[in-house]
């Protein structure tokens, strides 16, 4: 299955990934800037993603503890969600996200 997503910059990076998969690992794999520090533990907001609004409504809902980290998250919008909270099914294949322009990897400097 292809996932989208779609760079601060406009770029659109293609990723292939399996059902069962985690968002977060997927966007790592194909180099894009998800530190995702808290390594899926809800501990912080750095796997911060931008759900396109046709996608949003087809996600399982935010818990409250996601939502509590959102709410600390730089650029949050009405579809935000934490990329390491999304676990992939075959039904999201063509699912397309945003990375926020606040999104930077400190693993990388």
């Given at each position: 299955?292809?996932?989208?997503?779609?760079?601060?910059?406009?770029?659109?990076?293609?990723?292939?990934?399996?059902?069962?998969?985690?968002?977060?690992?997927?966007?790592?794999?194909?180099?894009?800037?998800?530190?995702?520090t808290c390594?899926?533990?809800?501990?912080?907001?750095?796997?911060?993603?931008?759900?396109?609004?046709?996608w949003f409504?087809?996600?399982?809902?935010?818990?409250?503890?996601?939502?509590?980290?959102?709410?600390?998250?730089?650029?949050?919008?009405?579809?935000?969600?934490?990329?390491?909270?999304?676990?992939?099914?075959?039904?999201?294949?063509?699912?397309?996200?945003?990375?926020?322009?606040?999104?930077?990897?400190?693993?990388?400097?």
């Open positions: 299955m292809k996932i989208e997503f779609v760079t601060s910059q406009g770029e659109t990076v293609t990723a292939e990934a399996e059902p069962g998969e985690n968002l977060l690992r997927v966007a790592q794999a194909a180099g894009l800037p998800l530190e995702g390594e899926g533990q809800m501990a912080c907001s750095t796997c911060h993603v931008v759900v396109a609004s046709e409504d087809r996600l399982d809902e935010a818990s409250e503890e996601e939502e509590d980290m959102l709410d600390l998250a730089a650029g949050v919008a009405r579809t935000s969600r934490l990329s390491c909270q999304i676990e992939l099914t075959a039904q999201m294949d063509g699912l397309t996200v945003r990375i926020p322009a606040e999104s930077h990897d400190m693993r990388r400097y």
